[in-house]
T-cell receptor
Framework: GAVVSQHPSWVICKSGTSVKIECRSLDFQATTMFWYRQFPKQSLMLMATSNEGSKATYEQGVEKDKFLINHASLTLSTLTVTSAHPEDSSFYIC???????????FGQGTRLTVV | AQKITQTQPGMFVQEKEAVTLDCTYDTSDQSYGLFWYKQPSSGEMIFLIYQGSYDEQNATEGRYSLNFQKARKSANLVISASQLGDSAMYFCAMREGEWGAQKLVFGQGTRLTINP
């Protein structure tokens, strides 16, 4: 199956700093990628849809100025958590799919801890 | 309103037994897709099986099968001959609309524990 690579797998940062997470489709082009957040013992919640060459679409309640998404190429989307705070500590995971496939492939996820 | 409901927070099953994980969904779309993913403690999401709303036959993938009952809006996952490595969180998810836009809505998940 297709491979989606996410980096870093974990990161610890100080409160107030920004963190960038990368999501790459390694063997296919993805015009659309999705960013999810998962708090401990909870399900995945969609944060935003990343569209190549255009602005991301954010779900209700997700601050677009805090979670900056850039999808500059067909194989790379980045999520930047700006001015991170402890409540942003979570597991962030991206997914991507080829247009005509029926399954979404997920990256390995990034565990963010803000101290 | 909850679109995907998994009513079993936890399941405990003896090794080699079959197990059914429940999933019900709610949608007014005619075209939709249903997925099951496995999430081990490492956090990665492992795709298990897919069922399209127009598929007449239940999907099967090795030891996994999906019991699709469209009228009841249920899509239960059946794992045959469970193994210790099957212990993980299992999520049911739904895509609404035509494929190509893989935005998924997830259920709350079921933690499956396989006992030796």
């Amino acid at each position: 199956g297709a491979v989606v690579s996410q980096h870093p797998s974990w990161v610890i940062c100080k409160s107030g700093t920004s963190v960038k997470i990368e999501c790459r489709s390694l063997d296919f082009q993805a015009t659309t990628m999705f960013w999810y957040r998962q708090f401990p013992k909870q399900s995945l919640m969609l944060m935003a849809t990343s569209n190549e060459g255009s602005k991301a679409t954010y779900e209700q309640g997700v601050e677009k100025d805090k979670f900056l998404i850039n999808h500059a190429s067909l194989t790379l989307s980045t999520l930047t958590v700006t001015s991170a705070h402890p409540e942003d500590s979570s597991f962030y995971i991206c997914s991507a799919s080829e247009m005509k496939n029926t399954e979404a492939f997920f990256g390995q996820g990034t565990r963010l801890t803000v101290v | 309103a909850q679109k995907i409901t998994q009513t079993q927070p936890g399941m405990f099953v003896q090794e080699k037994e079959a197990v059914t994980l429940d999933c019900t969904y709610d949608t007014s779309d005619q075209s939709y897709g249903l997925f099951w993913y496995k999430q081990p403690s490492s956090g990665e999401m492992i795709f298990l099986i897919y069922q399209g709303s127009y598929d007449e036959q239940n999907a099967t993938e090795g030891r996994y099968s999906l019991n699709f009952q469209k009228a009841r809006k249920s899509a239960n996952l059946v794992i045959s001959a469970s193994q210790l490595g099957d212990s993980a969180m299992y999520f049911c998810a739904m895509r609404e609309g035509e494929w190509g836009a893989q935005k998924l809505v997830f259920g709350q998940g079921t933690r499956l524990t396989i006992n030796p």
